[in-house]
Each structure stands twice: as C-alpha cells, then as structure tokens.
C-alpha cells in the first residue's frame, strides 16, 4: 500500500510560478514510475508529466514544466513555469510498479493515486 499526499497548490496570476510536491509513504518509490496527472473542470483526466528512466511530457508543457525527484525524500516535483489559464485544474499526482514504456502515459498504467492539489491560474 502507498500513500501520495500532494501539496504546494494555490492561486497564481498567469506567467507566473509554482512547485507542487507529492509525498509517498509506505513504500519507497525511488525504482517506480511516477507521473503528474491534471483534471480541468469538465474535462478528462489527462497527462502531464512522467519521470522513470527518463522524463516524459505533454506537448503543452514541455519547456514550461519540469518533474523531479528527492528519492531522499521519497518525494516528487512538478515545476510550473510560464502559467497559462489553461493550466488551471486538480494536479493529481500516481505511481505505477509496471513497466511503462509509452511516452504519454494513460490512467490505467497508475496502480494508486493521491487526492490532488488545486491550481489556479488567473488571467
């Protein structure tokens, strides 16, 4: 069983900044794929970004965003530069302990989730 708790969420204007964060507990997910999922109002759950080997994301963020991991901390990142409105949505942080080998992740490649953090970005 892991835990995700997600944080770092809030408000900002749009080209502005924010980190949110995503701590695990209860097993250590250092060897594990982790991914940033986001869910909009009225929209599907999509993608975001992915890092196992490597670092995975969405057209729509690339060069904006950044993931990252404190294997440390047992703990990962989502840098969010450049902000736009459109970014705006419930960041959901998941790790899978299968074996992803696509480069845009879908849902049902996660095994457990954590609750979600909202951000806003005003216009």
């Known amino acids: 069983q892991v835990q995700l708790v997600e944080s770092g969420g809030g408000l900002v204007q749009a080209g502005g900044s924010l980190r949110v964060s995503c701590a695990a507990s209860g097993r250590t997910i250092s060897n594990y794929a982790m991914g940033w999922f986001r869910q909009a109002p009225g929209k599907e759950r999509e993608f975001v970004a992915g890092?196992?080997?490597?670092?995975f994301y969405r057209d729509s963020v690339k060069g904006r965003f950044t993931i990252s991991r404190d294997n440390a901390k047992n703990t990962v990142y989502l840098q969010m530069n450049s902000l736009k409105a459109d970014d705006t949505a419930v960041y959901y942080c998941?790790?899978?302990?299968?074996?992803?080998?696509?480069?845009?992740?879908?849902?049902?490649?996660?095994?457990?989730w954590g609750k979600g953090t909202l951000v806003t970005v005003s216009s």
């Open positions: 998941a790790v899978s302990f299968r074996l992803i080998t696509a480069t845009l992740w879908q849902s049902r490649d996660m095994d457990y």
């Open positions: 890092i196992n080997w490597g670092t």
